[in-house]
């Protein structure tokens, strides 16, 4: 059982999130005071400029960048109905060659495969990186030894490392003293969380035999027992935090 810590209200939450979802360019502050989401209409909400907007990242190398259409939107109700985040519950679609991929703080990518990236779009995704964007990465099956070669080549210099379970990522808004949260069984191995940590900040967070991805899908997608799928959406809202605050 996790015990949810108390929700986010304080003006250092509201400034570090106005920071990181500023329309201006990641790691630039807007200078807007964000909105609650109060007086607005749902259609508004969603083109309010400071709403928090994650997006799903197509990628190339062959894997299935749009498995689960309704985890996303799924998880960003989650989040809306148990935090204080002002969140646009809309899944955003995004290739990293996007003029506007520094407008979301958060990326989001799944599927079972490839994920590939060629030199150019290393180069972009290193400065989103860099600039303060954050890249969750769900293996729903298949990605795991290619996606990890993949991740030492966005930065050499740097080591792929697995996150240990008392990292903040795993404690930011609920305690997951075990580590990440097994919702399917895969290759029945225990699940794994890799990164790579610029500065002393997660940057690209890699989850293996776990795919929380597959838990925030509508119930009758993969049938699920209620207690997995409230773990996998416990665990994303735990790996959001720790991007936008952290």
């Not at 495969?113 to 990186?129: D, P």
């Not at 997660?202 to 009758?220: H, K, M, P, R, T």
Request: proline share 6%; glycine share 8%.
């Amino acid at each position: 059982m996790y015990m949810a810590k108390s929700r986010y209200t304080s003006p250092a939450l509201i400034a570090l999130i106005v920071v990181a979802a500023a329309v201006s360019g990641l790691g630039q502050i807007s200078g807007r005071r964000f909105p609650t989401g109060e007086g607005y209409s749902e259609d508004q909400f969603h083109k309010h400029p400071s709403a928090i907007k994650v997006a799903r990242l197509h990628y190339s190398g062959g894997g299935d960048w749009y498995w689960g259409n309704s985890a996303i939107p799924n998880f960003l109700k989650f989040v809306r109905d148990n935090t204080d985040y002002p969140v646009d519950t809309l899944e955003r679609q995004v290739k990293i060659m996007d003029a506007d991929l520094f407008q979301y703080p958060y990326l989001f990518a799944t599927g079972h495969g490839v994920i590939s990236f060629s030199a150019e779009q290393k180069g972009r995704l290193r400065q989103y990186l860099l600039a303060g964007g954050f890249l969750f990465v769900n293996d729903s099956y298949g990605m795991d030894k290619t996606f990890r070669e993949e991740m030492g080549g966005l930065f050499p210099e740097r080591q792929v490392v697995e996150l240990p379970f008392d990292h903040p990522i795993y404690h930011s808004f609920y305690d997951f003293s075990n580590g990440p949260p097994k919702i399917h069984e895969h290759d029945e191995l225990p699940p794994r969380g890799y990164a790579i940590i610029i500065e002393d900040r997660v940057v690209l967070y890699f989850l293996v035999e776990s795919d929380i991805g597959d838990g925030w899908e509508d119930a009758q997608v993969h049938n699920d027992p209620p207690e997995k799928r409230r773990q996998a959406l416990e665990m994303g809202l735990n790996i959001l935090t720790y991007a936008l605050l952290y």
